[in-house]
């Protein structure tokens, strides 16, 4: 049975706020666009050219979310950012059309799930709980049950060539224009010749039709929660996805660092799939083999140390928002999505 995606006001203390004085969160901001732009800038300046990056461009696509979005700070739940000095709250004065571009404080007071306070602009977390809380509570339910799980560290990646499999049997195409570095008979016998273990549903549920039995297990959204486990690539990957879906109670970097991890998980990602990454000047790692194999866990054990970490403070996000609930009531997994 899946773990109930459930948590209680007496999981966590009451958040004492902190106060950000106007310069230190201005200039937090500004470090957190920076580096937010530096991420996104190879997305922005390929897109209006209508080019493509089979490994960069997935975590546009797959998590999708606008450069601008990624690049607004927020400081999370029981920060109070303090008002500017000589700023006039917004109570005693009427909004301005161009008060976003030369009042970031007045800008932010306008973004949803903001109040302001007479200290300054905080998160409202009741209003934020309101909206979000089914969301809130199913992630504490996976992110708490993936932590209590060992990693497991066999499956070699497996899914990307799962997810070809016969392709040119069936007269189907591979899903990305690079080519199959041992060509399409070559990668059938990869996947015929080792044991399928995929645990996760949404890598499992882009399996060939031919492939999707050959997997020891048969994960579905509905058994996530009782499936995923921090060994997995793509579990790790979705850091980014559950950081994304927390914010603006997720600190700007916490979704950022998910971020930076997600990048390097897609990387190794490709470069352990099927495909010829080479004309990205990377090398494979080449699952088939012995060495290839070891190559793999070793990023797969490293990977799951670095995500350990942040899903510990995702957690500590949604538990921080639970705290200040009055009750939590069971969810199911259509907050997943």
Known sequence: MPPTATATASTTAVVRPVVLAAEEWAARERAHAERADAFTAGWRERKPLGEKHAIEDFLFTYYPTRPAQLRRWHPGLGVVLARPA??????????????????????????????????GLTLDADAYLA?????????????????????????????????????????????????????????DRVVESHPVQCSHFDAFRFFTPEAGPLNRLQPTRETQPALEQPGCLHATMDLYKWALKLTPAAPGDLV??????????????????????????????????????????????????????????????????????????????????
Request: contains cysteine.
């Open 86 to 119: 000589g700023h006039v709250p917004a109570a005693e004065t009427a909004p301005r059309p161009d008060d976003e571009a030369t009042d970031p404080y007045a800008a932010r007071a306008a973004w949803r799930w903001y109040r302001e306070t007479p200290e």
């Open 131 to 187: 909206d979000r809380g089914d969301t809130v509570r199913y992630l504490h339910g996976l992110l708490s049950a993936t932590a209590s799980r060992p990693g497991r560290f066999g499956c070699f990646g497996l899914h990307e060539w799962a997810m070809v499999y016969r392709d040119r049997a069936t007269g189907r195409d591979h899903r990305h224009p690079l080519p199959l570095r041992l060509g399409h008979d070559g990668t």
């Open 256 to 337: 950022l660092d998910c971020f930076e991890l997600a990048r390097d998980v897609r990387v190794v990602d490709m470069q352990a799939s099927p495909y010829d990454v080479s004309s990205y000047g990377l090398d494979p790692v080449a699952i088939e083999t012995p060495e290839g194999k070891a190559e793999y866990v070793r990023h797969q054990r490293e990977f799951a140390e670095r995500g350990a970490v942040l899903r510990e403070r995702l957690l500590a996000a949604c538990e921080a928002l639970l705290g200040s609930a009055q009750t939590a009531p069971e969810v199911s997994a259509r907050a997943s999505r």
